[in-house]
């Protein structure tokens, strides 16, 4: 694994260092989302509950995360559901953080997307929240993952524009969905771009509620990031859509 190649490595290592000791951080996160799973994105309880109706009954169910980070979400799932988790992330300090605190019925792994495979149909549920950019090929991650799920399995991605990744047409015009396209695979899709926009409102709000908090604990440079990530609603929700989108898609293989 080449760090000085890696998307934002440097920047994640500090992030879930931080996520680990900041008491800010843990009630931020809980105003804005609705739960700390120490989130760096958009994925509120509201999103993360969509993931539910996806994972079937069952004593031996197993859900990967692509980019658990430390696990939070993973260990969420689990305990609404009772699933095996399994995870992986190319930050140690987050997977170092997962194990920690998810070591039941859980497998975290040091690795990034690209240089990590798992056996074939090994998986119920597969979960992207916010990773799949991180993939140097997005159609090979796709057969990837495919050929990891089990048949009748579901792949679940949260997936921004804008940012990242560049803003195109509409939930169509997609890197991913072009690269489900090409790799002959259904999908559906969710555009939830109106209520990321109202999130981010809130994600502002409860950065400028816990300042003070930050502060104190030496931690302004990470108060000061959540607020230029949320700059973008100080202009309308027209103006916001023009620049930026964001979708859920989910892929069933077949059975």
Partial sequence: ???????????????????????????????????????????????IDRILKYVPKGSDIHILDIGCGNGKMLGYLQKRTGAWIHGFDYSQHAIAAAGSLFPDRSDFRHGCIGGIDYKEEQFDLAVSMDTMYFAPDMEELVRQIMKWLKKGGVLFVGYQEGDVMPKTGDVNTTVLAKAFERCGIRYEAEDITRETYELLIKKRLAALKHQ????????????????????????????????????????????
């Fill in 212 to 255: 003070n908090e930050f502060e104190e604990e030496g931690n302004r440079q990470w108060f000061d990031l959540l607020m230029l990530q949320t700059e973008c609603v100080s202009e309308p929700y027209e103006l916001f859509e023009r620049k930026m989108s964001r979708y859920i898609y989910v892929v069933r293989k077949e059975a």
């Fill in 1 to 47: 694994m080449d760090k000085n190649n890696l998307l934002f490595y440097n920047e994640y290592e500090q992030f879930y260092d931080m996520a680990g000791r900041s008491k800010a951080f843990e009630a931020f996160c809980a105003d804005a989302f609705g739960q700390d799973l120490s989130q760096d994105g958009f994925s509120d309880i509201k999103q």
